[in-house]
């Protein structure tokens, strides 16, 4: 639901802000940027409101650790394995031998995405 309400808001907030902007006159000037931008905020504030009222139904799972050594340690032991002459489909298939395997292809998903920036 608070996705939903961030993303209504937006998708409201670029159909109807031009629209409230140049239409409707308020506080003595030809335009309304006050009511136009005060409705997403508004959305927003809904939708923060809600996230609030829900968290008591949220499991909340405390953090084990942190992932970067073991991310940072795989990369680096694929490319070792792979300047040795070690062959596989993705260089990162080559770390399953000492990583575990969900995190050998959590990492392929991250290196899939780094390589758009």
Avoid: W
Wanted: hydrophobic content about 45%; some cysteine.
């Amino acid at each position: 639901i608070f996705y939903f309400s961030i993303n209504a808001g937006s998708l409201i907030s670029t159909i109807l802000t031009p629209a409230i902007r140049e239409d409707v006159e308020c506080f003595g000037d030809d335009t309304c940027y006050s009511l136009a931008f005060g409705i997403p905020a508004i959305l927003m504030f809904v939708a923060t409101v809600i996230i609030i009222i829900g968290k008591p139904l949220y499991v909340m799972k405390p953090p084990e650790g942190n992932i970067l050594p073991k991310v940072f340690g795989s990369v680096l032991y694929a490319v070792r394995q792979k300047l040795g002459g070690e062959k596989a489909e993705h260089f990162m298939d080559l770390a399953k031998t000492r990583y575990e395997k969900n995190l050998v292809e959590d990492v392929k998903c991250v290196l899939r995405v780094l390589v758009l920036y």
